[in-house]
């Protein structure tokens, strides 16, 4: 189970625009609502959500998004809790732990946007008959304890088979250093997202073995969440955000990698067109992300399955308590 939260510091805002009518006495007044959204992390993993931003679904459902990247589940959830963010986006493992150490106001979840794990097997040389088998007495540079990375990593090594005490899993290593890590000769293999691990491969420093999310089935990796007490007072606002994800969602869906990663470049500038391109193929390939955002009961039930075996769950969550499909369903009708 997890622990207390850091708090975080955003800030939720309400603006006002006012549209004069042409000739009229009385002006119209449109209000354009500004919504604060912290995410996990910033990764082309979230390529809908990406597209959303940049093709204007937001702005076009009256939604002025802030964007925060909380760097963490914990993190995100802090900032959700103290009211200094509307809308998390984070692995919902974190509203099971928060509702079973008996928050007052449940963290919801409304909104489902990848279905796969976004990590992969990175080893040292090519290798087109990898088998998990080769993991065996070997140094993996894993993820945290308790975070979704790991428990999915070790979930697939249950489903090979694999005791994960066969495997030498090196946990002491910061989430965002472990490509560096590797690059300076630590670990036999390593566990990495994207962009890490297609940089590996450009550097010649490793190689992508395997996909974690492609081995690991369906597994909802990543939602969208509010407390309970904002969905009672901005439901409104949560069917407008989750129709404007819907449009990202329709757009992954019918355009090519490239166009896509045309369209989320602004995101990423600090990396190559033909880098982001490479990445988001790799994910499309795979089928990372759902044609809808409906959260199903199979695949809450399938993370606390993997909450259990990780040893991080005592008792199960209610699906109902902590699922929503009203506003995803809604979203895929009008769609």
Known sequence: MKGKWLTGALVLAMAAVTLAGCGAKDATKEKVEQVTLNEVAHSI????????????????EGIDLML????GADKVLTAMISGEADIGFMGAEATVYAYLEGTADPVVNFAQ????AGNFVVGREKDNSFTWEKLKNKEVLGGRKGGMPEMVFEYVLAQKGIDKKDVNINQSIDFGSTAAAFSGGQGDYTIEFEPSATLLEQKGDGYVVASVGTESGYVPYT???????YLKTHGATVEKFTKALQKGMDFVQTHTPEEIAEVIAPQFAETELETITAIVRRYYEQDTW??????????????????????????????????????????????
């Open 45 to 60: 993993f979230y390529a809908p959500q990406y597209v959303a931003i940049e093709e204007g679904y937001f702005a076009d």
């Open 68 to 71: 925060i990247t909380g760097f």
């Open 113 to 116: 946007l990848t279905q796969r």
């Open 223 to 229: 939602s969208y969440s509010v407390k309970q007490s």
């Open 290 to 335: 759902k044609e809808n955002l409906i959260f199903e009961e199979e695949s809450f039930d399938l993370l606390q399955e993997i909450l259990e075996q990780a040893g991080e769950l005592e008792k199960k969550a209610s699906y109902k308590t902590l699922v929503t499909t009203k506003y995803a369903e809604e979203a895929a009708a009008k769609g």
